[in-house]
């Protein structure tokens, strides 16, 4: 709980409950949940989520640049936030930092890319890879084998 100064009473910190409780409460009461919580929900922009994640992970741009085979000047921009990276790159940075499940999908929610959905074959392969911490090279050739795209 956070203080609200507004009124003087404690309020739920959105940033601390989990996201299927947050569907919840919008299902039971979504007027209420838009009068009383929407505005607490702290907007977060992918670059900054990125950076956090490569202070995580300890990967520094450079590292990055030679993990994911992308340029410097592309790498340094999507740290900016001057540019967005397309979905394969998202996944490609993901597999270079041995990025969680929900990390993967968090990324590729704030870049407005799609999460990896189970009933697509592609997307199946990589969750595979992702929760078996397959390398980016690994997941490569498990894509090509099973007549999919690769990554890179």
């Given at each position: ?12 910190d959105?940033s ?6 947050i ?14 919580k ?20 300890h ?6 640049i030679i993990r994911?085979c ?35 999908q968090?990324?590729?929610t ?43």
């Open positions: 709980m956070i203080f609200d100064s507004r009124n003087g009473t404690e309020k739920d959105l601390r409950v989990s996201t299927d409780q569907i919840n409460q919008i299902k039971e009461a979504p007027v209420q949940f838009s009068q009383e929407l505005d607490m929900i702290q907007s977060k922009r992918f670059e900054d989520y990125l950076r956090e994640l490569m202070e995580k992970y990967c520094t741009p450079g590292q990055m994911t992308l340029s410097k000047p592309f790498v340094y921009q999507i740290l900016k936030g001057e540019r967005v990276p397309g979905r394969d790159v998202i996944l490609r940075i993901c597999f270079a930092l041995k990025a969680d499940l929900d990390e993967t968090r990324l590729l704030l870049a407005e890319k799609g999460v990896l959905y189970p009933k697509v074959k592609r997307d199946a392969a990589i969750l595979c890879c992702i929760e078996s911490g397959k390398s980016l090279e690994y997941t490569n050739m498990f894509l090509e084998e099973h007549g999919e795209k690769k990554l890179l």
